[in-house]
């Protein structure tokens, strides 16, 4: 599974911010914890920071399932996360090596994820900018399970989503900052509420001159402590499409979309620090910083014919790898810096396209076939 970020800052000019301105595994023998190749992973000597693309790779252990399967496990990966490398073993002569930001090994806990691959991108967020994380790979290796793990049980097990909200609640100050959450999928080209299943075909709307993506009509939640974001997750969660496949018993059949926005009042009496609307200064009216966290966790790429999957569950398959596909186009553009990056092609685009740009932070990623 491979976990992407990138991130941007905020362009819109003050004056158009609404509030007065706005600063800114049929069972397979192959090893399930094998799962994804990268192009565009063996960039090995540009600045990390100055990159748009930024990809990490985690292989997860060996779980019940595996084992009670009676899977043959083919020792196909080698990986050697001081050097922050893969090695993909075709046969004892061939091989190919990969180069990533990050490697993860099946012992890396949830924590040292979150602190590697996440963290850095909340914190632009609460600095300003927009930022999104998202983890992409075949079905079955681990992509909810690192981003949307709850946890209630067991904190060390908490995923990106949690984790990212902790930290952006440490931050804010009650009363001072919104911090409010919308919890998406886009399911067969549809977006739906994951919180409100009733409101589907959600509409993006893109203001043309910032370039801002909203949802209109998505349940907008104020989040002011952790308790209340896990409620919000679980009900998101147990309206997300999943099916039992061969390669998952849960395998989740959206792309699930979490939207965290941070609205937070800039505080002084510089001039700089009110909005502006056309040539009027609009003093003793705070301006209002926006900042946007998205965090993704893609439907599984899969091979028709080893997910097993037929009739309905097989449009899903299709829906979902033509996306991923539009997303891998997207990715490839702003990988290789192209001046247009084709984000009209799927709703998961669109719906991203305000992320897209800047100073973004992407993963390319490719299933890997084994
Ligand atoms: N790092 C890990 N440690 C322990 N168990 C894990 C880990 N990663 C994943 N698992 C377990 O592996 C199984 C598959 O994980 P998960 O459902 O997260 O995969 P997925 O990539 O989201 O699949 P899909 O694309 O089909 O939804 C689950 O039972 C999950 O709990």
């Given at each position: 599974m491979a976990l992407a970020r990138f991130s941007q800052r905020s362009e819109r000019p003050l004056a158009s911010c609404a509030g007065g301105g706005t600063p800114a595994g049929k069972k397979s023998s192959a090893p399930k914890h094998s799962v994804a190749s990268f192009r565009g992973a063996s960039i090995e000597d540009e600045d990390a920071d100055s990159?748009?693309?930024?990809?990490?790779?985690r292989v997860r252990p060996k779980i019940?399932?595996?084992?009670?399967?009676?899977?043959?496990?083919?020792?196909?990966?080698?990986?050697?996360?001081?050097?922050?490398?893969l090695k993909l073993i075709k046969n004892n002569w061939i091989y190919e090596s990969y180069k990533?930001?990050?490697v993860f090994t099946e012992s890396a806990s949830q924590k040292r994820v979150y602190e590697a691959v996440a963290k850095p991108v909340v914190e632009s967020v609460l600095n300003g900018y927009n930022g999104t994380i998202?983890?992409?790979?075949?079905?079955?290796?681990?992509?909810?399970?690192?981003?949307?793990?709850?946890?209630?049980?067991?904190?060390?097990?908490r995923g990106i989503m949690v984790r990212a909200l902790e930290d952006v609640l440490a931050e804010a100050s009650p009363g001072f900052e919104a911090v409010l959450v919308s919890y998406l999928q886009v399911y067969l080209e549809s977006i739906q509420d994951l919180l409100a299943p009733e409101k589907n075909n959600i509409s993006i709307?893109?203001?043309?001159?910032?370039?801002?993506?909203?949802?209109?009509?998505?349940?907008v939640v104020d989040i002011r402590d952790i308790d209340k974001f896990l409620e919000v997750l679980q009900i998101g969660d147990s309206n997300r499409?999943?099916?039992?496949?061969?390669?998952?018993?849960?395998?989740?059949?959206?792309h699930a979309i979490l939207v965290v926005q941070i609205q937070r009042c800039l505080k002084g009496n510089d001039e700089?620090?009110?909005a502006f609307v056309g040539e009027e200064s609009l003093q003793n009216v705070p301006a209002l910083s926006k900042s946007k966290l998205l965090i993704i966790d893609l439907a599984g790429s899969e091979r028709i014919d080893k997910s097993g999957v037929?009739?309905?569950?097989?449009?899903e398959a299709k829906f979902i790898n033509l996306s991923l596909t539009s997303l891998g186009k997207c990715i490839n553009a702003l990988a290789e810096n192209c001046a247009h990056v084709p984000t009209r092609d799927s709703k998961l685009t669109r719906l991203l396209s305000d992320c897209f740009g800047g100073f973004a932070f992407i993963a390319v990623c490719y299933p890997f076939d084994v």
């Open positions: 990159r748009r693309v930024r990809v990490a790779v019940d399932e595996d084992i009670s399967e009676k899977c043959e496990f083919v020792d196909c990966l080698e990986l050697q996360p001081e050097l922050k490398r990533f930001d990050e998202m983890a992409y790979g075949q079905t079955g290796t681990g992509k909810t399970y690192t981003i949307g793990q709850l946890g209630k049980d067991n904190s060390s097990e709307i893109e203001d043309t001159k910032s370039g801002e993506v909203c949802f209109p009509g998505a349940t499409f999943a099916a039992n496949t061969n390669m998952n018993t849960r395998s989740s059949r959206s700089k620090d009110f037929d009739g309905h569950m097989l449009e």
